[in-house]
C-alpha cells in the first residue's frame, strides 16, 4: 500500500471512524491540515471497504480497526480496493508491538492507539503527506540495508553506554557505516559526554514536537562526532518528566533508516518497557550483564520479556567488567541460569576505561591496543556482518521456569561462604 506511485488526480485525504470522539478528532486534524472534514465518515472497516469499493481511494486513508476481531486478516480486503500508493494510517486499540510490527510489515504506513488526540492525528498525517513526496528507502535505487542494535543493561552501570558508544564509534571508522547513535537516556545519557562533545536539545526538541522530525531536522540537531558518526542525545533538566507516546522514537527511526547505514540505540530499561514500540524494527538486542546474581536474574527476565515483546530482535547476552575469579557467579552458572551462551566477554579494563575518560574517547578507541580493543572490535565486525546468532540452547522459554532453573539458595551459600566471617569489633 505505500508504493512511490504518485496519487494522481484522486481525492487526497479519506477517514472512517467507528465512534464520534474519533471523528470528532479526526475532522479537526483534518481542517487544520486543509483537507476536507466531511471526509471523515462513520464506519468500521468493513463499511470501509464497501465505500472505497465503488469509488478511487485517496491518497491519504484512515481506518479504524477498533471493531476488527482479526485486524490482519481483515486489513486484506482494503488491499483489494486500495490503488497502491495510498497511504494508511490505521487507529485501534490493541497495544502490541507484535500487532504493530505486523500491521507496519503488511503496508500500513502507521497505527495510532485510540484514543486518539488532534494533535497525534495531525503529526501522523503530517509524516503521511511527507511519505507520499518522499519514496521510502527500500524503494529507492540501489536502497542499503539498515541495521538498528538497540543495547540494554541489565542493570545500572554494567557499561551499556560504553558499549553503545564503542560500536558506534566502531561502525563508523572500521566499517565505514554511516552510523546514528540515539542516546535514549534522556536525562541522564553520556553518549556525548564521553566523546566530549555537548549533548544539544535535539533530542529534547524531537519529544515535544514528533511532528518536525525529517531530514532537516536530524541534520540540525545531532551532534557530529566523526566523519561517519552523528550522536542525537539529550541531558533534559533533572524535574523535567518526559512527556511521550513514543512517536518521536518511531519517527526518528524511521528517519535514521532512511539517512545512515546504521542505528545504535543506547536503551534504558525504563525506556524499553514504556516504549517497546521502538524495538519494532531492531534486529540485535545487546544485553549487557555482569557476572552478578541481580545481572543474571534481569537478564532471564529481559530475555523472557524480549520473547514475548519483541520476537523478531535477536539477544545477545555480553558479559562486561569480566574479572578472573572475581565475580559473584561464573560464567558456566550463568549461561546455566539464563539458558543461552553468552556471546561474548569484555574484560576489566579500569586502565583503558580511565584513558577513554581522559581523552574523550570511546573504550574501543582507547582500549585499541589492548585485549578490550580486540574484544569490542569482534563484537562490532559480528554485529556489522549480521553473522551473530542466537547463541545457547534455544529460545529462552516463561520467566518462571526460568527462574525456577536459577539454583539461588546454592548460588547464595555459596556466596556467604566466600565471604569471611567478621571479627567482633574490639571494645
Ligand atoms: N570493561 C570495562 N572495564 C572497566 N570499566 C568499564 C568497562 N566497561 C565500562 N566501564 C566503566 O563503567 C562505568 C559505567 O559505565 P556506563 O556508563 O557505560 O554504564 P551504563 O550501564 O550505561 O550505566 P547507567 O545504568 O548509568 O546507564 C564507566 O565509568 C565506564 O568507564
Ligand atoms: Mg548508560
Redesign the pocket.
Known amino acids: 500500500m505505500t508504493s512511490s506511485t504518485q496519487p494522481g488526480s484522486r481525492d487526497p485525504f479519506a477517514a472512517f471512524a467507528c465512534d464520534d470522539p474519533t471523528l470528532d478528532a479526526l475532522r479537526a486534524a483534518a481542517g487544520a491540515m486543509g483537507f476536507a472534514p466531511e471526509k471523515c465518515l462513520r464506519a468500521d472497516l468493513r463499511g470501509a471497504v464497501q465505500s472505497l469499493s465503488v469509488a478511487p481511494s485517496p491518497a491519504i486513508l484512515v481506518i479504524d480497526l477498533s471493531e476488527c476481531s482479526d485486524p490482519l486478516n481483515e486489513i486484506v480486503a482494503l488491499e483489494e480496493v486500495c490503488e497502491p500508493g495510498t497511504v494508511v494510517i490505521a487507529l485501534g486499540r490493541v497495544n502490541d508491538v507484535r500487532l504493530y510490527r505486523q500491521l507496519i510489515a503488511s503496508g500500513i504506513h502507521d497505527y495510532l492507539l485510540k484514543p486518539v488526540a488532534v494533535t497525534q492525528l495531525s503529526e501522523a498525517l503530517t509524516q503521511a503527506r511527507t511519505a507520499l513526496a518522499v519514496p521510502r528507502a527500500s524503494e529507492q535505487d540501489g536502497a542499503r540495508e539498515h541495521t538498528a542494535i538497540a543495547v540494554v543493561?541489565t542493570?545500572?552501570?554494567?557499561?551499556?553506554?560504553?558499549?553503545?558508544?564503542s560500536l558506534a564509534w566502531l561502525f563508523g571508522e572500521e566499517h565505514k557505516r554511516t552510523v546514528a547513535l540515539l542516546d535514549l537516556?534522556v536525562h541522564?545519557?553520556?553518549a556525548a559526554l564521553?566523546l566530549d562533545l555537548e549533548p544539544g536539545r535535539g533530542l529534547i526538541d524531537a519529544i515535544a514536537d514528533p511532528g518536525r522530525i525529517d531530514g532537516l531536522f536530524l541534520e540540525r540537531a545531532m551532534t557530529r562526532a566523526s566523519e561517519r558518526l552523528a550522536i542525537l542525545s539529550a541531558e533534559a533538566p533533572i524535574g523535567t518528566g518526559l512527556t511521550s507516546d513514543g512517536e518521536a522514537f518511531v519517527q526518528l527511526e524511521r528517519e535514521f533508516r532512511q539517512a545512515f547505514d546504521m542505528t545504535v540505540i543506547?536503551l534504558?530499561r525504563s525506556m524499553l518497557m514504556n516504549f517497546p514500540q521502538v524495538l519494532a524494527e531492531v534486529k540485535f538486542v545487546i544485553l549487557?550483564a555482569e557476572l552478578t546474581l541481580a545481572s543474571a536474574r534481569d537478564t532471564i527476565r529481559l530475555l523472557s520479556w524480549l520473547h514475548s515483546h519483541a520476537p523478531e530482535a535477536q539477544p545477545v547476552v555480553v558479559a562486561?567488567?569480566?574479572a578472573a575469579g572475581s565475580s559473584e557467579i561464573g560464567q558456566a552458572e550463568f549461561e546455566a541460569s539464563i539458558e543461552q551462551k553468552i556471546g561474548h566477554s569484555?574484560?576489566?579494563?579500569?586502565k583503558?576505561?580511565?584513558a577513554?575518560?581522559k581523552f574523550g574517547q570511546s573504550?574501543a578507541e582507547a582500549?585499541n591496543a589492548a585485549k578490550?580493543g580486540a574484544t569490542l572490535r569482534a563484537i562490532a565486525a559480528s554485529l556489522a556482518s549480521g553473522a551473530q546468532h542466537k547463541a545457547g540452547s534455544g529460545e529462552p522459554t516463561t520467566a518462571s521456569s526460568l527462574l525456577a532453573r536459577l539454583d539461588w539458595k546454592a548460588l547464595l551459600n555459596r556466596k556467604q561462604a566466600a565471604v569471611p566471617a567478621r571479627s567482633a569489633p574490639a571494645s
Not at 155 to 165: F, I
Not at 346 to 350: E, G, K
Open positions: 543493561g542493570r545500572g552501570g554494567v557499561g551499556a553506554s560504553t558499549l553503545a558508544t537516556d541522564f545519557g553520556t564521553s543506547d534504558p549487557v562486561n567488567k569480566v569484555i574484560f576489566l579494563d579500569t583503558s576505561a580511565i577513554a575518560a573504550l582500549g578490550t
